[in-house]
């Protein structure tokens, strides 16, 4: 999956030496060099290629919104629920009354759907808890998934997610606590990676989050953005401004914005999951992205809401169907543009030498089987750094 090699990068009849769980080596098997290595994994001409990354997820959370989707079903749209006192409200009483091992639990239960499809690295959210306590303790559990689950985890404070409604009239104070206090003890306590938020009418403001992004920086920490899912907004722009690793969703992103996302490095982050469950017709600019040089990854957006989604397979189908990806252009969405989403270049998203030895073997014929099969069981083995 190197950028610029023959199509998805790939090596006929090729080998890899693993040392100490990263790549030592890796191209044709009659060039390989000679090795003392103490055990030869044989994969019988399958198909291998870097684990994959699923950049944008919303993991670990308490109960459902099952029952919303039967109203979306009926006719009720995203936003009303939302007004309503439902949506991202709702499980946020869930989740403050689970505890964090009751959040881990039923994480973990959902990472499973995800590492059958190939997943070594996966993005955890927190924004479910929307007080100091319980947005800690979804960082704590999502500490914990990596742990328990086998799996690189990049953690996301996502303290601007929705307005709890105990700050109803008091929003200042809210943003206040979020940004000020409870930012500043989730990285003392080094449970994140990064810092995103929710910019949209039902959500908080292009300046709300500037300050927010403001408070990121002053901690050393890369920022991501919900970014013109619903409506256009500016938030391409806004991110770009910001250096933001990401926009995602970016649905309504006009040219403007995915230029500055492109001069500023910003990637793309597809959600064709919550695309689909929204029933959306606005698909986001697939050609501009393409024509500016925009990277585009693609996630599944699990949550329990909007995109209850647990298969990276199923995201990448669903990003070719629905957006017109090319299989290539999927798969590398969720790999190599995936890890510069989560600033991990360095160290995932190819497989190439001093890289982890993240990696997913595949009963396939070609590389476009994985985004051809919708809820096919295409994964024969998984290794993180290099154990199976």
Same mark, same amino acid.
């Given at each position: 999956?190197?950028?610029g090699?023959?199509p998805y990068?790939a090596?006929d009849?090729?080998a890899m030496?693993v040392?100490y769980?990263r790549?030592?080596?890796? %191209?044709? $098997?009659s060039?390989?060099?000679?090795?003392?290595? =103490?055990?030869?994994e044989?994969?019988?001409?399958r198909w291998?290629t870097?684990?994959?990354?699923?950049?944008?997820?919303h993991?670990?959370?308490?109960?459902n919104r099952?029952?919303e989707f039967? $109203?979306r079903?009926g006719?009720a749209t995203?936003?009303q629920i939302?007004r309503?006192g439902g949506?991202i409200?709702?499980?946020?009483?869930?989740?403050?009354?689970?505890s964090e091992?009751?959040l881990?639990a039923?994480a973990?239960g959902r990472?499973?759907?995800l590492t059958a499809?190939?997943?070594?690295?996966?993005?955890?959210?927190?924004?479910y808890?929307?007080d100091?306590?319980?947005?800690?303790?979804?960082?704590?559990?999502a $500490?914990?998934?990596g742990?328990? %689950?086998?799996?690189r985890v990049s953690?996301?404070?996502? %303290?601007?997610?929705?307005?709890?409604?105990?700050?109803r009239?008091?929003?200042?104070?809210?943003?206040d606590?979020m940004i000020?206090e409870v930012?500043?003890?989730?990285?003392a &306590?080094?449970l994140?990676?990064?810092?995103d938020?929710?910019c949209?009418p039902i959500a908080?403001?292009?300046?709300?989050?500037?300050?927010?992004?403001?408070?990121? $920086?002053?901690?050393?920490?890369? =920022?991501?953005? #919900?970014?013109d899912q619903?409506?256009d907004g500016?938030?391409?722009?806004?991110?770009?401004a910001h250096?933001?690793l990401?926009?995602d969703?970016?649905?309504?992103?006009? &040219?403007?914005?995915?230029?500055?996302?492109a001069?500023?490095?910003?990637?793309?982050?597809?959600?064709? %999951?919550a695309?689909?469950?929204?029933?959306e017709?606005?698909?986001?600019p697939?050609?501009?992205?393409?024509?500016?040089?925009?990277r585009?990854?693609v996630?599944?957006?699990?949550?329990?809401?909007?995109s209850?989604v647990?298969?990276m397979t199923? +995201?990448?189908n669903?990003?070719c169907v629905?957006?017109?990806?090319t299989?290539?252009e999927?798969? +590398?969405?969720?790999t190599?543009?995936?890890?510069?989403?989560?600033?991990?270049?360095?160290?995932i998203?190819?497989?190439e030498v001093?890289? +982890?030895?993240?990696?997913?073997v595949w009963?396939?014929?070609?590389?476009a089987?994985?985004?051809?099969?919708l809820? +096919?069981?295409?994964l024969?083995?998984?290794? #993180?750094?290099g154990?199976?």
């Amino acid at each position: 999956m190197v950028e610029g090699a023959a199509p998805y990068g790939a090596v006929d009849d090729g080998a890899m030496l693993v040392r100490y769980g990263r790549i030592a080596w890796v %191209g044709s $098997r009659s060039d390989l060099p000679p090795h003392d290595a =103490v055990r030869t994994e044989r994969l019988d001409g399958r198909w291998v290629t870097p684990g994959l990354i699923d950049c944008h997820t919303h993991l670990v959370f308490g109960g459902n919104r099952s029952q919303e989707f039967e $109203r979306r079903l009926g006719g009720a749209t995203y936003e009303q629920i939302a007004r309503e006192g439902g949506g991202i409200v709702s499980t946020m009483a869930a989740t403050r009354a689970a505890s964090e091992d009751a959040l881990v639990a039923s994480a973990l239960g959902r990472l499973r759907g995800l590492t059958a499809t190939g997943v070594t690295t996966v993005e955890i959210k927190s924004g479910y808890g929307l007080d100091a306590e319980n947005e800690l303790k979804m960082l704590r559990a999502a $500490r914990r998934v990596g742990v328990e %689950g086998d799996v690189r985890v990049s953690t996301s404070f996502l %303290g601007l997610h929705a307005l709890p409604p105990e700050h109803r009239q008091t929003r200042g104070a809210y943003l206040d606590l979020m940004i000020d206090e409870v930012l500043r003890a989730a990285h003392a &306590e080094g449970l994140v990676d990064a810092v995103d938020a929710y910019c949209e009418p039902i959500a908080f403001t292009a300046d709300e989050v500037a300050r927010l992004f403001a408070r990121a $920086r002053s901690l050393g920490l890369p =920022v991501k953005l #919900h970014a013109d899912q619903l409506s256009d907004g500016g938030g391409g722009a806004l991110a770009a401004a910001h250096s933001a690793l990401s926009g995602d969703h970016v649905e309504h992103v006009d &040219e403007a914005g995915v230029i500055a996302m492109a001069r500023a490095g910003t990637v793309a982050v597809l959600l064709p %999951g919550a695309w689909l469950m929204l029933r959306e017709t606005k698909l986001p600019p697939i050609d501009l992205f393409r024509r500016h040089g925009v990277r585009m990854a693609v996630a599944t957006d699990c949550n329990p809401g909007t995109s209850p989604v647990a298969s990276m397979t199923a +995201a990448l189908n669903l990003a070719c169907v629905q957006f017109r990806l090319t299989p290539e252009e999927a798969l +590398a969405g969720a790999t190599r543009h995936a890890a510069a989403a989560l600033a991990l270049s360095r160290e995932i998203g190819t497989l190439e030498v001093g890289k +982890a030895a993240d990696l997913a073997v595949w009963n396939i014929e070609r590389p476009a089987e994985l985004c051809y099969w919708l809820g +096919a069981p295409l994964l024969h083995r998984r290794f #993180h750094g290099g154990r199976a």
